[in-house]
């Protein structure tokens, strides 16, 4: 995944926090870091989280 944290807890904080600061949507994200979007998802759902567009972050 790139640039992108390997552990799914730290990836959850830093993904959350850049789509709080820096992107208006999770492919904005995914498009800046070079990383797949399912490939994220999948991770983040291993851990319980899912992408919410409407407040654009995983919960």
Known sequence: MGDLP??????LSFVNTELRDCYHS???????HGA???????KLRS???RYD???NRFC
């Not at 390997?6 to 990836?11: C, K, Q, R, W």
């Not at 999770?26 to 800046?32: E, G, I, R, S």
């Not at 797949?36 to 998802?41: A, F, I, L, S, Y």
Request: net charge negative.
């Open 26 to 32: 999770l492919d904005a994200f995914c498009k800046n």
């Open 6 to 11: 390997e552990s799914p807890m730290i990836l």
């Open 36 to 42: 797949d979007r399912k490939t994220v998802e999948d």
């Open 53 to 55: 567009a409407r407040l």
């Open 47 to 49: 851990i319980d989280y």
